[in-house]
């Protein structure tokens, strides 16, 4: 059948100051029904840009320079702001980062969930009310908890009312952007595990957008890296923890703390992250890889099935070279 969501080589332009930067470039996936992706990046990966592509709520600036959103099998008119209202929320919905600040300070909280569901699913105020206290109830929060305003409610409660506003209008798509930063350990850990239950029980599709390799085993199944605009490799997140192919995924788990280990110091990736204004020729990651040879300087690897994932690298594209001639030897 016909994916649920799929990206297919989708390059978004930012115009700014008379210039055009690429955000991203060629990106291509495709999610089912149910199933939940990390998008792991630095700022200026092309992660969020990607994501908010495919909720249709790119800056007025963006501009869809080529490729396409489809959404089970239609084109997704993203760059059309009118267009995509009747599916934004009510097929695609977004979680944003920082609640206090998506959160209207004046109004209960109640309310605020209660609203879509008049505005999107043509509810009467009753029914609204109802419905509003069924999802306080679903994200773990005591229906009559809804009558407090924001400030009223922890950073952990306010991100589990901005999930309830996201799922009002049943959506088949939640994305999360980085859903869980501004929160503690603890509480970040809760609400990614209420995300993974919601996910099954509800069997949403998932994207969380991160910048932390960290948090993704907690809900999603499925990761994929990006570097400077494009997908440098994706996998199971079994696969990708216990094989990274690229030499930019080894260093991301590399650089995660491992308390067990002893190694509570998080090691950065030496080198500038990537920059739009000015990105590398060939393999934007050549100048920071410890791998590196001449090719990557001038030609850009492509995004090539690898095992049972994809990995951009030439690494791997000289290997597979060896492999063939090795195998016609
Ligand atoms: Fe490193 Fe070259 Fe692979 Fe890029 S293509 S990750 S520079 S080895």
Redesign the pocket.
């Given at each position: 059948g016909v994916p649920l969501l799929e990206v297919d080589g989708l390059s978004v332009d930012y115009g700014l100051k008379g210039v055009s930067l690429r955000a991203i470039d060629g990106v291509s996936f495709a999610l089912g029904a149910g199933q939940a992706v990390a998008l792991v990046g630095e700022s200026g990966s092309g992660k969020t840009t990607t994501a908010m592509a495919i909720a249709g709520l790119l800056s007025p600036n963006a501009r869809v320079g080529s490729g396409e959103v489809r959404y089970r099998g239609n084109r997704l008119p993203i760059d059309d702001d009118a267009a995509m209202r009747p599916h934004r929320w009510s097929e695609t919905s977004v979680i944003f980062q920082g609640a206090m600040n998506a959160l209207n300070p004046v109004h209960r909280v109640i309310k605020q969930i209660a609203e879509p569901c008049m505005l999107k699913l043509g509810m009467s105020c009753g029914e609204a009310t109802a419905r509003a206290r069924e999802l306080l109830e679903l994200v773990g929060i005591p229906a009559d908890r809804g009558a407090a305003y924001p400030h009223e409610l922890s950073g952990g409660m306010r991100q589990r009312v901005m999930i309830a506003m996201a799922l009002a209008c049943r959506p088949s798509i939640v994305i999360g952007d980085e859903p869980t930063t501004a929160l503690d350990v603890i509480t970040q850990a809760q609400i990614l595990k209420l995300l993974g239950e919601l996910r099954s029980q509800l069997n949403l599709a998932l994207i969380l957008i991160t910048h932390d390799l960290s948090v993704v085993a907690e809900c999603c199944d499925h990761v994929m890296i990006m570097y400077s605009g494009r997908i440098?490799e994706d996998g199971t997140v079994a696969e990708i923890f216990a094989k990274p192919n690229?030499?930019?995924t080894r260093l991301l788990i590399e650089s995660i703390p491992n308390p067990a280990s002893g190694k509570r110091i998080i090691r950065p990736i030496p080198g500038d992250p990537p920059n739009l204004m000015n990105r590398p020729s060939?393999?934007?990651?050549?100048r920071r890889?410890?791998?590196?040879?001449a090719?990557?300087?001038t030609e850009v690897?492509s995004l090539d099935t690898f095992g049972l994932g994809r990995v951009?690298?030439?690494?791997?594209?000289s290997l597979t070279q060896e492999d063939k001639v090795a195998a016609h030897a």
């Open positions: 440098v690229h030499p930019y060939g393999c934007a990651f050549h890889c410890p791998s590196a040879m090719v990557c300087a690897p951009a690298c030439h690494l791997h594209q």
